[in-house]
């Protein structure tokens, strides 16, 4: 039995190693702990989204499927006394580029396809904190034997 779920500790690792920039690389605990008081800007936090499974590939009883796995890169940056965010909006296309960079055409393990780039979006952007998502997917091939 060949079954993976995708792993966002694979992605932690990288954008720990691939991008300097960041004060702190987390996962969803993280983030749900740092969302309401963020202490260390810049920071990325890296959650799964959704998974999307295909028909089986095969008509017997033996099961393959291709998994759409969907992951989250929420960004965090520093927007002090910035009403309308023109710094912290060059800090983040400068952080988005660098996940890109590190992420695109990049295979977390043997069993993933690699990475592509699936949507972005502004989460908040207050007096502290700007908070954007840019979503990224990759596929992983279960089977059943």
Do not use: H
């Amino acid at each position: 039995m060949s079954i993976i779920l995708f792993d966002a500790a694979l992605v932690i690792a990288r954008l720990t190693a691939q991008v300097s920039a960041f004060r702190k690389v987390a996962g969803a605990a993280d983030y749900a702990a740092a969302a309401p008081e963020l202490k260390q800007t810049p920071a990325a936090f890296v959650l799964s989204l959704a998974d999307r499974a295909g028909r089986s590939s095969t008509g017997t009883m033996v099961v393959s499927q291709e998994m759409e796995a969907r992951f989250g890169v929420i960004f965090a940056v520093q927007n002090l006394r910035d009403a309308r965010g023109q710094q912290a909006g060059a800090e983040l296309r400068a952080l988005r580029i660098a996940v890109m960079t590190a992420l695109l055409g990049w295979q977390p393990a043997s069993d993933y396809d690699p990475c592509e780039y699936g949507a972005g979006r502004l989460l908040q952007l207050d007096d502290a904190v700007l908070w954007w998502q840019d979503d990224y997917v990759t596929r992983i091939l279960n089977r059943s034997v």
